[in-house]
């Protein structure tokens, strides 16, 4: 009984760092962006990606060095998944999004490519370091096409999807950069503590009831990971930042594929389950490749867009599973 509160206990307290955290750092994202000049969407693409992708790192990682590799892999997947499907589809629904032409010519396009060039790597059904390294290379690739190109951006934001509100232009009573730096740093570390809070406490009660490591990756500690992208994005659409609700969502997919698959394979070389070619990577493709007419239709993802996305969560999750 005592084990019971203290992990109901942890899921709460985590789900309170994770509010104030996402707060945090969407407000102090915003600020640098409109302080150096930068698009809001190139923040949330990167900044804020990273940030929001912590969780899943910090799992991956900590799963690596226990041999869960089930739970992983199964996160990652699991993840992304909720990022696209549950997570941009209910905010949309919360708000309709406007959508950075960047995000629908460049960034969802290679955010397909890394999901198409996983499969090659997972063909063996093992993720050796060698392919670890090339995760990590096509991250810095990417991460340095995203600043380099930032500039032409510029000339067409949308107004409505990233204008900067009088509070975040006040750069000098925030405390200038060193204190929006401070307010992103402190964030970042908001959702990573309330993050592993989530996954420790649903991981135990998930445990309680029986289910695999597998299934757990994939369902309860994926959706717990990704609250700090939900809770990031539903934070920057409420404060009439959709640029970077979308391109957190978009950037964090691309930072579980490349980042967290790669930094694990430096801790410890892993096998994938048979399912991750058959079912969890398709599904994850799958999802990748809807999201691309959604956003491309009137550069906006409209509320019923956004069910339809949350539909295709449930529907894949739920075949996955199955399959497991």
Known sequence: MIDLVANVALVVGGCGALYFGAEWLVRGAARIASHMGISPVVVGL????????????????????????????G?????????IGLILGATAVIRPLAVADRVVTRDVPIMVVISILVFPLVLDLQVDRAEGVILLVLLVVYVAFTFHTAEEDLPGLRDDADGVSAEEEDLEGAGGM?????????????????GKAIVEGASYLAQALGASPEVIGLTVVAVATSLPELVTSVVAAARRQADIAVGNVVGSNIFNLTAVLGASTLVREFPVDPTILTHQLPAVLAVSLLVWPVTASARRVRRSEGVLLVVAYVAFTVWITLAG
């Open 46 to 73: 990167t900044l804020v990606s990273l940030g929001t992708s912590a969780p899943e790192l910090v799992v991956g990682v900590f799963a690596a060095l226990d041999g869960e590799t089930g739970l992983l892999v």
């Open 75 to 83: 996160n990652v997947m699991g993840s992304n998944l909720a990022n």
């Open 178 to 194: 060193l204190g929006n730096l401070g307010l992103v740093a402190a964030g970042a570390l908001g959702l990573g503590f309330g």
